[in-house]
């Protein structure tokens, strides 16, 4: 009786740990590689330990598997770190350059309207889309004078107490410069940038403008813009040269 007590005792713990370790095995199938690993270490020195105690293997054996065993499991554990912090980098970096992307596109489709309303089309020429941002005008209609409180806009009108002229802003003022322009933006406009894709080293966004005949026969124009060199697939773009479209393929 006292030789079974004994045998329990001394099987007790490395047989819990075998048990504990195929538990984790079978129950954190979907967990990720670090945490299978660990469950079979765990069996695994309890494996070694019941064969140690029955005599199967010696000391000295069971001491070079386990430390094998460990170290294996730790080189494994830190390459699975490494992998999954470099997942997260490139992820981060990703998202980064996904936003400044989209800013300068939106950037450029806001200077493509302005320069649409101006002159009823769009262009593919970087130089005139700049300069228009720098030395174009917008026209706006404004109204001068006051609206008493006991009548609409349009009665002030009739009456001559406000007058409608029609008034021209700077491009650059109004649509990146104004401060409700700024508070649209997560990073500041520098027009010379206009025309590159962010960390790109120079490249140049593909911007072609054109005209197309609609199904009723009339022409439209169309514009299409797209990062050329995308860090990662789909590539970025607004427009299309098919339909009559500025919609981004990002969340708007």
Partial sequence: MEDLKDKFARFFFPGALTIIGLLILITGAQQNAMFKTGGAVIALVGI???????????????????????????????????????????????????????????????????FHDANQRYTSHWDTLENFILTGKIPMLKAFGEVPDTLTEGEALELGLIVRDTVYESVLEREFLSESARK????????????????????EFYMNAGTILDASGRRQTVLLVEDPKPFAEPALRFGDMEKATLSGNWTE
């Fill in 184 to 203: 649209r933006r997560n990073y500041p406009f520098k027009v010379d940038s206009l025309r590159y894709v962010p960390f790109s080293d120079g490249v």
């Fill in 48 to 114: 070694i330990s019941i064969l140690h105690i029955a005599g199967i293997i010696n000391k000295m054996v069971a001491v070079v598997v386990t430390i094998i065993t460990i170290g294996g499991s730790a080189g494994m554990a830190y390459m699975n770190y490494y992998s999954i912090d470099s997942e997260l980098r490139y992820l981060n970096k990703k998202d980064k350059i996904a936003s400044h992307v989209i800013q300068r596109l939106k950037d450029i489709r806001t200077a493509q309207v302005a």
